[in-house]
């Protein structure tokens, strides 16, 4: 709050908006094409109101409806189908490209023997998510997003030390990698997407040089 109104930093921002960090820059760079809100200093870091961003991606997103992708309507609506699958059926690469919306609500779950989270839904509830977009989701960096390296999105998250010390012990031991999503996840009450990228962030931050 700064003078009694909700303001963003850029890490906030991709929070909000759900765009990649490297996407807000993207944005931020390119200001007169994309509209977007001019930023502020305040005890001497960069914000953006809530408000300003609200309405921007708004427009943002209605401006996107027409680049959605091509969703795949054949088979059986009643059919349960993996991650993999359900990308597809969005006419996504990669499963990575799921909307939280749909991957963090899957109709039902198995457990691996490894301790790992198999996501099954009905090709319904995939069709209507799909129904349901605004705008293709943005992952990955935006082309032209060169330059100095940001600070990632968890950089000042209270929750990342948990994630270093799972990582430092599962290292120590030996323990496989794959199964601490699960584990942070049970341990800090989160979704299994965010426990992924508290542990990417982590394990960034463990292997970036002393500077």
């Given amino acids: 709050m700064i003078g009694g109104r909700i303001a963003l930093n850029r890490a906030g921002v ?22 977007f809100p001019e930023g502020f200093q305040h005890d001497g870091r960069e914000w953006f109101w809530l408000d300003d961003i609200e309405a921007f991606h708004t427009v943002h997103q209605a401006a996107k409806r027409a680049e959605l992708t091509k969703v795949d309507r054949r088979g059986d609506s009643e059919d349960l189908i993996g991650s993999g699958a359900a990308a597809r059926v969005l006419g996504y690469g990669s499963y990575r490209n799921l909307p939280d919306t749909l991957y963090d609500h899957p109709d039902r779950v198995e457990t691996l023997p490894d301790g790992r989270l198999r996501r099954l839904w009905f090709r319904r509830t995939v069709w209507a998510v799909a129904d349901a977009r605004t705008g293709r989701q943005s992952t990955g960096r935006t082309p032209g997003t060169t330059g100095a390296r940001k600070p990632h999105p968890y950089a000042d998250d209270p929750r990342l030390p948990a994630a270093v010390a799972l990582l430092t012990e599962a290292d120590r031991t030996g323990r496989d990698r794959r199964g601490l999503g699960v584990a942070l996840a049970q341990q800090l009450g989160i979704t299994e ?6 542990l990417a962030a982590a394990g960034a931050e463990s292997s970036a040089p002393a500077g």
Avoid at 16 to 35: E, K, L, M
């Fill in 14 to 35: 991709a929070a909000f908006t759900g765009a990649a960090y490297s996407t807000v820059n993207h944005w931020h760079r390119h200001r007169a094409r994309f509209r």
């Fill in 193 to 198: 997407r965010t426990a992924q990228r508290l």
